[in-house]
């Protein structure tokens, strides 16, 4: 059995909107004051406040008459989100994030309902607190028989609101197949396959961000504080989401193409944060669509019995030449093709840079992770195997 997310957008009535409203307010006041706390006690003291120590802290702010309004609402959000908070810690620690931000109120924000803080009856979910069910638009079924362990309540910066439920479903593996993949973040396009496909952006993505930047500019220009920043704000995030919507789709898409069509795909595991510094790359893979495309290929393979091989991001794909492997000083982004100076075999840069991810994810695959690809003095090849793993995973 595996965890899925179905998500949906819902139109909450007026009672219900001004409680979730007021939910989300508290559960953003729990998470920001245990962060400063936590913040605090460790710059000041070098004291670590985990997650246990935080939530007797919410008992007692609770019986306060100054934070009584937090027992409005339900207690289940308000304890999630100082479990969301440990997380971000561990996180943090282990090196794969950085430190935990304050929310602020006009991102929106989200709240977690576990089994006790909800009901599922005939098809329809009724959040603690509220008697109405959630005008959900259901714009796909649940599986047959399937009940939400888990649901979350999200408001985006856009206003939009959204439900995704977590549901306990059987996926059945895909029938073998011989293909193999090799994959490799374009300079030009988005990506490019070892077969020497170039895949783009979705139509009309440039025209997208044109307006992006023209909703941005008129922010910019509007007074701080007034009416008319605040409607500039909507509108910014209103084109923003539209260009997260499609993007997302679009990765969708792809991935799960990439995973029905092949038995094994390789991919580089690049750092998306020194990527995006790099302009020209920027605009292919900016708001770490790389790691989102990594991430839905991680589950996708997981869940339909295929394997993704992660190959270290210091491995000189684009200098090495993939017929002699001959390895280049330099490959500057704006050369496109180039001629191997050792066997005189002519490439397209980013093919061949997919197809050398292929090979050494393949030499790793079947020797082991310790192996280092031939001729190159400075490669660690890394794999990972995603499988075997529950993991939370939106479809
Ligand atoms: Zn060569």
Request: some cysteine.
């Amino acid at each position: 059995m595996t965890l899925k997310a179905f998500s949906y957008r819902f139109y909450p009535t007026p009672e219900q909107e001004s409680l979730l409203r007021r939910t989300l307010g508290c559960t953003r006041l729990v998470y920001n004051r245990a962060l400063a706390i936590r913040t605090e006690a460790w710059y000041k003291e070098q004291k670590r406040v985990g997650y246990a120590e935080t939530s007797s802290m919410l008992t007692e702010w609770k019986k306060t008459e100054e934070l009584d309004f937090l027992n409005k609402v339900s207690c289940v959000p308000l304890q999630q989100c100082l479990r969301h908070l440990q997380t971000a810690y561990t996180n943090f620690f282990d090196g794969r994030a950085k430190y935990p931000n304050f929310k602020k109120k006009r991102n929106g924000g989200s709240a977690e309902f576990t089994k006790s803080a909800f009901k599922f009856k005939d098809g329809q979910v009724y959040l603690a607190k509220s008697t109405q069910a959630l005008p959900i638009r259901w714009s796909r079924t649940l599986p047959d028989g399937a009940t939400p362990s888990t649901l979350s309540v999200k408001l985006a910066p856009s206003g939009r609101w959204s439900v995704s439920l977590l549901v306990d479903v059987e996926i059945e593996a895909l029938p073998r197949t011989d293909n193999q993949v090799g994959i490799d973040l374009g300079v030009t396009s988005l990506l490019t396959l070892s077969t020497g496909e170039k895949i783009g952006n979705p139509k009309g993505f440039k025209a997208k961000y044109s307006k992006l930047r023209r909703a941005q500019k008129s922010l910019s220009r509007k007074q701080k504080g007034s009416n008319n920043r605040y409607k500039a704000r909507l509108k910014v995030a209103k084109v923003y989401q539209e260009i997260t919507d499609a993007r997302k789709d679009n990765l969708h898409k792809l991935t799960t193409r990439l995973v029905r069509e092949n038995q094994t795909i390789a991919v580089e595991d690049l750092a998306v944060k020194n990527m995006v510094k790099n302009r020209k790359l920027a605009l292919a893979i900016s708001d770490a669509s790389w790691g989102e495309l990594v991430r839905q290929l991680d589950y996708k393979c997981d869940w339909y019995g295929r394997s993704l091989i992660k190959i270290d991001r210091w491995f000189p794909s684009s200098k090495r030449c993939g017929n002699c492997g001959h390895i280049v000083e330099k490959m500057p982004l704006n050369i496109r093709e180039w001629d191997c100076p050792q066997c005189g075999t002519h490439h397209d840069r980013d093919i061949n840079a997919a197809k050398n991810i292929l090979a050494a994810g393949l030499a790793v695959s079947v020797c082991g992770a310790t192996v280092r690809p031939e001729q190159s003095k400075s490669v660690k090849a890394g794999a990972k195997s995603p499988r075997g793993r529950k993991q939370k995973a939106k479809s």
